[in-house]
């Protein structure tokens, strides 16, 4: 299972890899069971990781991954200007609306000149993926793509690239009746919400203009 899931985080993010600098530190935002962080790893960046959820931490320690248990805004607030990437692969879901511009505004302080900010995050422009997104507890809102755009320009990064994950486009299955049932859900997604509706991810990409 886990080489499977780790075949698919990186067939779906290695087309990240060309915006971040080899010869700078990459931060893993709510880094999970590190497995992007694994694959970062193993092409020859150096990468460090934060989590809040000890078990996932000691997971990732276990696995020779330098991950710490921190919580985000202050350790970016101790690490300024010390990162040339950072990830936040479905993090910023779960921050509090009120510190919201603040999670932006330190990731922009922490990252070098030049340096680059990938986010992550599910989209909801799709009937399954709305239930989904509100069947966790830990969700405090969604972000569409004008609203990322706000708060990345409101602090200063340069957007670079912005959209739906096309990597992430839902796949209709094989058997008869989840061909049926996947079919109906796509067509009735696309009649209310368009070519938004094919994909499960929204990915943006900003740089922190050279200061």
Not at 12 to 40: A, E, P, W
Not at 50 to 76: E, G, M, P, R, Y
């Amino acid at each position: 299972m886990m080489n499977y899931y780790y075949n698919y985080i990186r067939n779906i993010r290695k087309k990240y890899l060309n915006y971040f600098n080899m010869s700078s530190k990459v931060l893993d935002i709510g880094c999970g069971d590190g497995v992007l962080m694994k694959y970062l790893q193993e092409e020859g960046y150096s990468v460090y990781g934060i989590d809040t959820d000890l078990q996932a931490v000691t997971h990732c320690v276990k696995n020779n991954l330098s991950v710490f248990q921190k919580d985000a805004i202050s350790f970016l607030q101790k690490n300024k200007n010390s990162f040339g990437s950072i990830i936040c692969c479905h993090v910023i879901e779960h921050i509090p609306i009120n510190q919201i511009a603040q999670f932006i505004e330190c990731c922009y302080n922490t990252l070098l000149n030049n340096g680059i900010l990938l986010i992550i995050t599910p989209n909801v422009h799709t009937l399954e993926g709305t239930a989904n997104f509100w069947n966790d507890p830990s969700h405090i809102r969604p972000y569409t793509i004008p609203c990322l755009e706000k708060l990345l320009t409101k602090a200063g990064f340069e957007i670079i690239e912005i959209g739906y994950d096309k990597n992430t486009k839902i796949i209709i299955r094989n058997d008869l009746i989840h061909f049926v049932l996947d079919a109906f859900r796509i067509i009735l997604g696309f009649l209310c919400y368009g070519k938004p509706a094919l994909y499960t991810e929204i990915n943006v990409l900003a740089r922190k203009k050279d200061t």
